[in-house]
C-alpha cells in the first residue's frame, strides 16, 4: 500500500496538480498495527479453527495401536510412528525420509544396506485431519466427501470418510516407505510376504497386511469393539481408524495467532505483527499460503533445490506435480504447505533443503539468486552428493518458476526477522509435547519407540 500510494503522489506532483481530486489513503504511520494486519488477513480467508469434535474412543485406541506398530511393514521394521514421529512434530526431522531397512528415529536414523532415501521429506501430520483437500508433496491425492482421488491410477476402496482415511491406504503399498522388496526377511528372519506381490496388486497386499492383523486376538477385539457387526474387518476399517486416531490426536488449534483471530490484540507481539503484515502484504507469502490451514490449497514452483534420488519420470529430477500432469507448466510444483506449527517441522520444502525458517524467507526474498547458489552444507553430509547443482537442473527449475516469485521482494535483515516472528505465532504450544501418545505396548509385542 506504501509503494504504491508513493507512485501516485509522485505522479500526481510530476503534473503540478494540487487540486486533483484523488482523496490519498491514510498514512501507514497513523493506523495501528492491529487495524493493518486485520485489514490484510481479511483478504485470504483465514478464518478461526474450531476444536475438533470427540472422535470414537474404541476407533482412536485401535488407530493409536495401529499408529505405533511396526506390524503393517513387510519386514516388521517400520510404524507410521517411524517417519512421523512424536518427538519431530509428527515428521522425523530429515530432509528425506528412510523408510523400511533403516535403523533409529529422526535425524539419527541411517539406512541399512542396500537401500535408498525416500524422494522427499516425511511431511507433518499435525492438523492434517482438519479437512485439507491435497495430500503428499505432489497433492497427487485430493478430494473430499468421500471422493477421492489418486493421480498414480491407484483405485481406492469407495466409502472412505475422509482424505486422512485414503492416505492411510497408501503407505503400505509403497515398497521403499513400508512394503519392503522381493526375497525380503522380516526381522525374525521369516520371508516378508506383501512384498512378494506385484506393484499392482493393491487389493492382495490389504488383504495380506489385515491377516497379519487378525492371526492377533488383541486387534480382532480392537476391531470388533471399533467397529461392531463387521464380520471380518478389511484394511479400509484399518485406515478409519488411523485417521480417527490422527483426528482426535493431532489437532492443534490454539496458537497465539489462533487466539488473536479470536479478536485477542495482545495475543501478538509488535513484531509478530509487523511480520504479519508483510506475510499478507509486500511479501506475498498469503497468495499461496491463505486460507484456514495457511496453505495446503494449491502447488506451486517455488524454485526448492532438488535433492534426492527423484521421481518415476526423468530421474535424478523430481518433478512433484508434474510426475502426474502431462502440461510443462506444473514441472517442479509441490504441494503448497500448511504453516500452522512450521517452526516445529524443519527442515523445510520438499526436499528438505533449509534447516531454519530465516533461510527459507531469505530464499523467498530472491528465488534465482538463492537457487543458483545454495549452500549444500546445510543438509547432512551424506544427502550432499544427491544435490543437483548443475546449470541445466537449476535453469530447468527456474523455467517454470512461479511468477510471483521471479522478482526479488527486497525485504530488509529485520523485516526478514518480524516474518519469521509471525511464522512462529502459528505454533500451538500442545504441539510441542506429543510423547504422551506414545503407547507403552502394541498388540504384535513388536518394540515401540526404536
Given at each position: 500500500?506504501?509503494?504504491?500510494?508513493?507512485?501516485?503522489?509522485?505522479?500526481?506532483?510530476?503534473?503540478?496538480?494540487?487540486d486533483?481530486?484523488?482523496?490519498?489513503?491514510?498514512?501507514?504511520?497513523?493506523?495501528?498495527?492491529?487495524?493493518?494486519?486485520r485489514?490484510?488477513?481479511?483478504?485470504?480467508?483465514?478464518?478461526?479453527?474450531?476444536?475438533?469434535?470427540?472422535?470414537?474412543?474404541?476407533q482412536?485406541?485401535?488407530g493409536?495401536?495401529?499408529?505405533?506398530?511396526?506390524?503393517?511393514?513387510?519386514?516388521?521394521?517400520?510404524?507410521?510412528?517411524?517417519?512421523?514421529?512424536?518427538?519431530?512434530?509428527?515428521?522425523?526431522?530429515?530432509s528425506?525420509?528412510?523408510?523400511?531397512?533403516?535403523?533409529?528415529?529422526?535425524?539419527?536414523?541411517?539406512?541399512?544396506?542396500?537401500?535408498?532415501?525416500?524422494?522427499?521429506?516425511?511431511?507433518?501430520l499435525?492438523?492434517?485431519?482438519?479437512?485439507?483437500?491435497?495430500?503428499?508433496?505432489?497433492?497427487?491425492?485430493?478430494?473430499?466427501?468421500g471422493?477421492?482421488?489418486?493421480?498414480?491410477?491407484l483405485?481406492?476402496?469407495?466409502?472412505?470418510?475422509?482424505?486422512?482415511?485414503?492416505?492411510?491406504?497408501?503407505?503400505?503399498?509403497n515398497?521403499?516407505?513400508?512394503?519392503?522388496?522381493?526375497?525380503?526377511?522380516?526381522?525374525?528372519?521369516?520371508?516378508?510376504?506383501?512384498?512378494?506381490?506385484?506393484?499392482?496388486?493393491?487389493?492382495?497386499?490389504?488383504?495380506a497386511?489385515?491377516?497379519?492383523?487378525?492371526?492377533?486376538?488383541?486387534?480382532?477385539?480392537?476391531?470388533?469393539?471399533?467397529?461392531?457387526?463387521?464380520?471380518?474387518?478389511?484394511?479400509?476399517?484399518?485406515?478409519?481408524?488411523?485417521?480417527?486416531?490422527?483426528?482426535?490426536?493431532?489437532?492443534?488449534?490454539?496458537?497465539?495467532?489462533?487466539?488473536?483471530?479470536d479478536?485477542?490484540?495482545?495475543?501478538?507481539?509488535?513484531a509478530?505483527?509487523?511480520?504479519?503484515?508483510?506475510?499478507?502484504?509486500?511479501?506475498?507469502?498469503?497468495?499461496?499460503?491463505?486460507?484456514?490451514?495457511?496453505?495446503?490449497?494449491?502447488?506451486?514452483?517455488?524454485?526448492?533445490?532438488?535433492?534426492?534420488?527423484?521421481?518415476?519420470?526423468?530421474?535424478?529430477?523430481d518433478?512433484?506435480?508434474?510426475?502426474?500432469?502431462?502440461?510443462?507448466?506444473?514441472?517442479?510444483?509441490?504441494?503448497?504447505?500448511?504453516?500452522?506449527?512450521?517452526?516445529?517441522?524443519?527442515?523445510?520444502?520438499?526436499?528438505?533443503?533449509?534447516?531454519?525458517?530465516?533461510?527459507?524467507?531469505?530464499?523467498?526474498?530472491?528465488?534465482?539468486?538463492?537457487?543458483?547458489?545454495?549452500?549444500?552444507?546445510?543438509?547432512?553430509?551424506?544427502?550432499?552428493?544427491?544435490?543437483?547443482?548443475?546449470?541445466?537442473?537449476?535453469?530447468?527449475?527456474?523455467?517454470?518458476?512461479?511468477?510471483?516469485?521471479?522478482?526479488?521482494?527486497?525485504?530488509?535483515?529485520?523485516?526478514?526477522?518480524?516474518?519469521?516472528?509471525?511464522?512462529?505465532?502459528?505454533?500451538?504450544p500442545?504441539?510441542?509435547?506429543?510423547?504422551?501418545?506414545?503407547?507403552?505396548?502394541v498388540?504384535?509385542?513388536?518394540?515401540?519407540?526404536?
Amino acid at each position: 500500500m506504501t509503494r504504491s500510494w508513493l507512485l501516485t503522489m509522485v505522479g500526481v506532483a510530476a503534473l503540478g496538480g494540487c487540486d486533483s481530486g484523488i482523496t490519498p489513503p491514510p498514512d501507514p504511520s497513523t493506523i495501528s498495527l492491529d487495524a493493518q494486519l486485520r485489514a490484510g488477513i481479511g483478504n485470504w480467508g483465514v478464518v478461526p479453527i474450531g476444536v475438533m469434535p470427540p472422535q470414537n474412543p474404541a476407533q482412536v485406541e485401535l488407530g493409536r495401536a495401529l499408529f505405533f506398530d511396526k506390524i503393517l511393514s513387510g519386514n516388521r521394521d517400520v510404524a507410521c510412528a517411524t517417519c512421523h514421529a512424536v518427538g519431530s512434530a509428527l515428521g522425523d526431522g530429515r530432509s528425506l525420509a528412510i523408510g523400511t531397512g533403516g535403523v533409529g528415529l529422526g535425524t539419527a536414523r541411517t539406512l541399512g544396506q542396500g537401500r535408498q532415501f525416500t524422494a522427499r521429506s516425511a511431511p507433518s501430520l499435525l492438523n492434517s485431519g482438519l479437512g485439507m483437500f491435497y495430500l503428499f508433496w505432489d497433492a497427487r491425492l485430493s478430494g473430499s466427501d468421500g471422493n477421492f482421488s489418486v493421480d498414480s491410477g491407484l483405485a481406492l476402496p469407495p466409502g472412505l470418510p475422509n482424505i486422512i482415511a485414503a492416505q492411510a491406504m497408501i503407505p503400505v503399498l509403497n515398497r521403499r516407505e513400508m512394503r519392503g522388496e522381493p526375497g525380503d526377511r522380516d526381522v525374525f528372519g521369516n520371508p516378508n510376504e506383501l512384498a512378494r506381490f506385484g506393484d499392482h496388486q493393491n487389493a492382495e497386499i490389504w488383504n495380506a497386511a489385515m491377516d497379519r492383523l487378525l492371526a492377533i486376538s488383541e486387534y480382532v477385539s480392537l476391531f470388533g469393539a471399533a467397529f461392531p457387526g463387521t464380520s471380518r474387518p478389511r484394511f479400509e476399517h484399518a485406515a478409519r481408524a488411523l485417521a480417527t486416531f490422527q483426528m482426535q490426536s493431532f489437532t492443534t488449534t490454539r496458537s497465539p495467532f489462533d487466539r488473536y483471530l479470536d479478536r485477542d490484540d495482545g495475543a501478538l507481539t509488535p513484531a509478530q505483527k509487523r511480520g504479519g503484515i508483510l506475510f499478507f502484504g509486500r511479501a506475498v507469502c498469503s497468495s499461496c499460503h491463505n486460507g484456514p490451514f495457511l496453505g495446503a490449497q494449491s502447488f506451486a514452483n517455488v524454485g526448492a533445490p532438488q535433492i534426492g534420488p527423484g521421481g518415476r519420470k526423468e530421474p535424478p529430477l523430481d518433478l512433484g506435480r508434474g510426475e502426474q500432469e502431462r502440461s510443462a507448466f506444473y514441472r517442479f510444483a509441490f504441494r503448497v504447505a500448511p504453516l500452522r506449527n512450521v517452526e516445529l517441522t524443519a527442515p523445510y520444502f520438499h526436499s528438505g533443503a533449509y534447516p531454519t525458517l530465516e533461510a527459507v524467507v531469505r530464499h523467498y526474498n530472491n528465488v534465482p539468486a538463492a537457487l543458483r547458489n545454495y549452500d549444500p552444507s546445510q543438509i547432512a553430509p551424506e544427502l550432499r552428493s544427491l544435490y543437483r547443482d548443475d546449470a541445466a537442473t537449476i535453469d530447468a527449475v527456474l523455467a517454470t518458476l512461479d511468477g510471483r516469485l521471479r522478482r526479488p521482494l527486497d525485504l530488509s535483515d529485520t523485516e526478514i526477522g518480524e516474518v519469521v516472528a509471525f511464522l512462529k505465532a502459528l505454533t500451538d504450544p500442545g504441539a510441542r509435547t506429543l510423547q504422551t501418545l506414545v503407547p507403552p505396548r502394541v498388540p504384535s509385542g513388536l518394540p515401540v519407540g526404536n
